[in-house]
Nanobody, 130 residues
Framework: QVPLVESGGGLVQSGGSLRLSCAAS????????IGWFRQAPGKERETVAY????????YYPDSVKGRFTISSDNAKNTMYLQMNSLKPEDAGMYRC???????????????????????WGPGTQVTVSS
């Protein structure tokens, strides 16, 4: 595993934007599938963005499609989540995560909806005021 650390969360007004960053201490993003998931109190975890860096494929749920964009700068070992037109229902703890193909059989693999992740960061809080 490679430690991941998120930053960029905070309080924003409805309609505003935030860019979350996720820094890794090693080069893991370029060869793996990466993503962001969130969880709000009383709600299930939800994957909000997913990027397969081997083929460029992305996934966004309908709830954020057209507003959120995932990207990665592999030279900087950093990935991002650009969030625009934020809504109060976007509030929650956001975590970046990696699905590492080298960790087949990982007993700690986390399933979030249709996606799986092998390790993730401690999270950054996003609050959206109405």
């Amino acid at each position: 595993q490679v430690p991941l650390v998120e930053s960029g969360g905070g309080l924003v007004q409805s309609g505003g934007s935030l860019r979350l960053s996720c820094a890794a201490s090693g080069s893991v993003f370029s060869i793996n599938t990466i993503g962001w998931f969130r969880q709000a109190p009383g709600k299930e975890r939800e994957t909000v963005a997913y990027l397969n860096n081997t083929n460029g494929g992305t996934y966004y749920p309908d709830s954020v499609k057209g507003r959120f964009t995932i990207s990665s700068d592999n030279a900087k070992n950093t990935m991002y989540l650009q969030m625009n037109s934020l809504k109060p229902e976007d509030a929650g703890m956001y975590r970046c995560a990696v699905f590492d193909t080298a960790l087949n059989g990982n007993p700690l693999r986390l399933r979030v909806g249709l996606h799986e992740f092998d390790y993730w960061g401690p999270g950054t809080q996003v609050t959206v005021s109405s």
